[in-house]
């Protein structure tokens, strides 16, 4: 299936570096010190020392130099020692008794302890049964999720890797990320934007004047990146910090980038989902300035005049000035003409982050964005246009001339024709990964995406491995009853999460401190590459993915075992990466040591500095040729109206950037419903960590805290410190008040990746997870996004009894 590999641009950036002519001797790449000493390992948030004192790990840190200190590095001894962690197979109760017609519910159960054996041969019949009597069709394997990085030990590609040797599976299509840009901007621009390289850091230092933050905390996102960061994105929000720049900050919350810049920059608060409208505002008051780009949407683009037309109310009758704006957003008509003033007199660089369209009808954000940078005629040219990766994985840093790791593939062999006789198959199916409790609530039926008619699968089977979807998805009692409907879910994991306990198998899998693997940073840059060593032995009865998959592989049939694991040990697929990677360096003149070299030395290596990928600049041979560079999108321009989606003729996603009324804002908030954001959080990865001591740096009498402004609080009796109920018609949560004038007055804000902890008389989540109250509905039916920031919330003091925390408490042997 045509999924989008978040390593996919990988090739693509390495390619726009340009490769260098092999000419005279090449020096040995420079074999960097990590700081401090112990083993060098690394994580999602980058290179890390890990100190091992009588076989515990005490301490992580960060490895490398750096300006800001990163939270996340500490959490190593937590990962490894919390309390919370799956120590052995466990088996539900209920499951075991009789796996085939089990009695009683997910979620609800005891559990019993089981050797590996017994699981394997348990989760094989089972498996082979269900797949027997209903097709691989029925299996989901499509598990998403932020497993830990690495090269090898990855879980979904290892999970689907035994699904494929099984016969295949349903798989899922983009992610939750980026659901809805995702798909548009290939539309719009021809290419999605959202995981590529940026016009890179030192030329927005050297030509932009006024840089724009449009819903962007990089301070907090750029902790981590999906290989591992490079840690350069956030020293260079530090620059820019110090650059003297206009920088402008729009978001509903004065976010912890923005409480950085401090008097540097300036905040604007909109009022959430109302982006689109704010925007029409800028744009409208470039139009009747006459100050928008008329040579560059003549040559750059296509289908700005029916644009402008609804712009200036000639399709609708409503003129889309600063005035109708203000209403919407809550900012003054004055500012947004400022804003269109500023931005057309200067070289501007308009960086958006993702939650603008992790939103209801989200793909119309960044088409919007794209059409007002048009309208400025900056994009292409050296600081100018706009940039939807800055606050991700450090998109901007240059990319190095690098000998880049490959990674373990999702069917033994790399290819079907694996030179084995196995039936290997991918996925049969697969639906956009966040419509899985739509798909499990109308096996067979028939949906729209993306201008196709796709058929839901009929899932009988489930396994997640390396993904927390009790935490990531959305509306979580309506997930708990769709949970109910497959036959057997198998979960891998390291900690009894939510998910964990709603299954009926569940395995103990290491942290990546107890296995060795391999990674570069900076999915942009590939700035280094790390050996991510093993610090300690696994704990408990924790296996691999690896191996854990190679061992079940040998019941399908014997010799499994051989042809999943190609006949390798880790040690040998690692140094297989390696020595890839060290070839590839070759051809753009990086000499890298020998693999055991490498290896003992425990040491990173750091690639080469390219000056003249230093100086990339997004879409600028687009803008010297646009008839030798078109882009990717039928017209070769960038499509302020789509004829492709015209002819889908779908009402949640028109042909141009509309502005369409969402059902759960504020305008159609009643009595004194608030409307809930659900940012991601500084000192987590979504629901990873949530456990750990750094839980002390936000928890409010140990809950999540709700982020509530001054004035919402004070009308509601809510003092800061207090607990808070926060409820709607979908669920309701138990959160400790926040209360600050940092946020939009009718906002309050949840983080999402609290562990769901659901009292079983009350229905009350104990721990305040903010998918309880958060609404299913997708993006639009084009991209059938996540639109988890569209939720409307009431929020009451708490003066009912105070319920212990059960969330990380673990399902000891019923
Ligand atoms: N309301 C709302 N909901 C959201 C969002 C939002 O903004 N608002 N954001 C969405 C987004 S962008 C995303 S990406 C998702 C994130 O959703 P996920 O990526 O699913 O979230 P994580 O908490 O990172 O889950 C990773 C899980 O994998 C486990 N794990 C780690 N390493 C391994 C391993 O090696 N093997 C195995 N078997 N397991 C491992 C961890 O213990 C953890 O439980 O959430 C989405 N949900
Ligand atoms: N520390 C840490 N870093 C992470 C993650 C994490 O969980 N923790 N998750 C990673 C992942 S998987 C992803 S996808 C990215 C997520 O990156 P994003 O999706 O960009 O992150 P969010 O925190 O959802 O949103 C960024 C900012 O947008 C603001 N915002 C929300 N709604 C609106 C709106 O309607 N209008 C405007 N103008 N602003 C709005 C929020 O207040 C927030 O400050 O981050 C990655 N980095
Ligand atoms: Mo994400």
């Known amino acids: 299936m045509n999924n989008i590999s978040r390593r996919g641009f990988l090739k693509g950036s390495s390619m726009a570096a340009g490769t260098l002519v092999f000419t005279s001797i090449v020096p040995m790449q420079a074999m960097a010190k990590p700081k401090g000493s112990g083993i060098l390992t690394a994580g999602r948030m980058g290179a890390m020392i890990a100190e091992v004192k009588d076989g515990k790990l005490i301490s992580t840190k960060g490895a490398l130099a750096k300006t800001v200190p990163n939270s996340l590095q500490t959490t190593g001894p937590d990962q490894v020692h919390t309390n919370a962690r799956i120590k052995y197979p466990m088996v539900r109760k209920s499951y075991l008794d009789n796996p085939t017609d089990p009695k009683g519910m997910r979620g609800d159960d005891d559990y019993v302890r089981v050797s590996w054996d017994e699981a394997y041969k348990l989760i094989h019949e089972q498996h082979m049964r269900i797949r027997e009597s209903n097709g691989p069709e029925s299996v989901f394997a499509g598990s998403y999720g932020w497993r830990s990085s690495g090269v090898l030990h990855k879980a979904q590609t290892l999970l689907q890797r035994y699904m494929s040797m099984a016969g295949g599976y349903s798989g899922h299509l983009g992610d939750y990320s980026t659901g809805a840009s995702q798909v548009i901007m290939p539309h719009v621009m021809g290419s999605i934007e959202v995981y590529e390289q940026q016009t890179t850091h030192p030329v927005v230092l050297e030509h932009s004047n006024v840089v724009v933050l449009w819903g962007l905390n990089p301070m907090n996102t750029l902790k981590i990146a999906w290989s591992s960061t490079d840690e350069s994105g956030i020293e260079f929000f530090h620059q820019l910090k110090k650059s003297g720049k206009t920088i402008i900050c729009i978001d509903p919350i004065r976010s912890e980038t923005i409480e950085f810049f401090g008097d540097k920059a300036q905040w604007i608060a909109p009022n959430p989902m109302t982006d689109v409208a704010m925007m029409m505002g800028v744009a409208h008051s470039l139009v009747s300035n006459n100050k928008h780009d008329k040579a560059f949407l003549e040559k750059y683009t296509t289908g700005y005049d029916k644009f402008e037309a609804y712009l200036l109310g000639k399709e609708d009758g409503i003129e889309k000035t600063p005035e109708w704006a203000e209403k919407i957003t809550g900012v003054p008509a004055k500012q947004m003409e400022v804003l269109a003033d500023i931005f057309s007199k200067n070289t501007t660089m308009l960086m958006s982050g993702w939650g603008v369209q992790r939103q209801q009808y989200g793909e119309q954000r960044h088409w919007m964005l794209a059409t007002l940078a048009s309208m400025l005629g900056q994009i292409g040219q050296a600081g100018g246009g706009f940039g939807l990766s800055y606050h991700y994985s450090n998109g901007g840093n240059p990319t190095r001339d690098a000998g880049v790791l490959p990674a373990i593939s999702s069917t033994p062999g790399g290819s079907s024709s694996a030179g084995n006789d196995w039936a290997v198959s991918g996925a049969v199916n697969a639906f956009p990964v966040a419509r899985i409790v739509e798909a499990l609530e109308n096996p067979n039926q028939t949906y729209q995406h993306n201008g196709k008619e796709l058929t839901f699968p009929d899932v009988k089977m489930i396994w997640w491995a390396g993904g927390g979807n009790f935490t990531h998805h959305q509306d979580t009692n309506r997930l708990i009853k769709a949970w109910q409907k497959p036959e057997l879910v198998v979960i891998s994991e390291i900690y009894w999460t939510a998910a964990a306990k709603h299954a009926d198998i569940v395995l103990p899998i290491t942290t ?39 061992d079940l592989a040998e019941l399908i049939k014997p010799g499994g075992r051989d042809v999943y694991t190609e006949g390798k040990t880790e040690m040998d697929w690692l140094k297989g990466f390696y020595e890839t990677a060290q070839k590839g360096g070759r051809s753009a003149r990086v000499r890298m040591p020998n693999f055991g070299q490498f290896w003992d030395a425990n ?30 999108t039928p017209s070769g321009k960038i499509e302020i109206y789509s004829k492709t989606i015209e002819k889908y003729g779908l009402d949640d996603c028109p042909a141009h950037p509309t502005w369409l009324e969402p059902t759960e804002w504020r305008g159609s908030a009643k009595d004194d419903e608030l409307q809930l954001m659900t940012a991601h959080a500084a000192h987590r990865l979504h629901s990873q960590f949530n456990y750990a001591k750094l839980r002390e740096e936000y928890a409010v009498q140990n809950r999540e805290p709700i982020t509530i402004n001054t004035e919402d609080a004070k009308s509601r009796g809510i003092k800061n410190g207090d607990l808070v109920r926060a409820f709607n018609a979908r669920g309701q949560v138990l959160v400790g008040a926040l209360v600050t004038d940092g946020i939009k007055q009718g906002s309050v804000c949840i983080h999402e990746g609290g562990w769901p902890d659901l009292d079983r008389k009350t229905g009350l989540c104990k721990n305040g997870g903010a998918n309880v109250l958060t609404s299913d509905i997708p993006t639009s039916r084009l991209a059938n996004g996540c639109a988890g920031n569209s939720a409307l919330v009431k929020i009451e003091k708490y003066t009912g009894d105070v319920p212990n925390l059960t969330a990380f408490t673990p399902v000891t042997n019923g």
């Open 512 to 550: 990546s401190f107890e296995r060795n693997d391999m990674t570069m940073t900076g999915d942009y840059s590939n700035q280094h590459l790390i050996p991510m060593k093993q610090a300690v032995p696994p704990q408990g009865e924790a296996r691999n993915d690896f191996d854990v998959f190679a």
């Open 603 to 632: 040491e990173l290596i750091e690639m080469k500095f390219n000056k003249k990928a230093a100086q990339f600049v997004r879409h600028a041979d687009f803008r010297k040729d646009p008839v030798m560079n078109p882009l990717g």
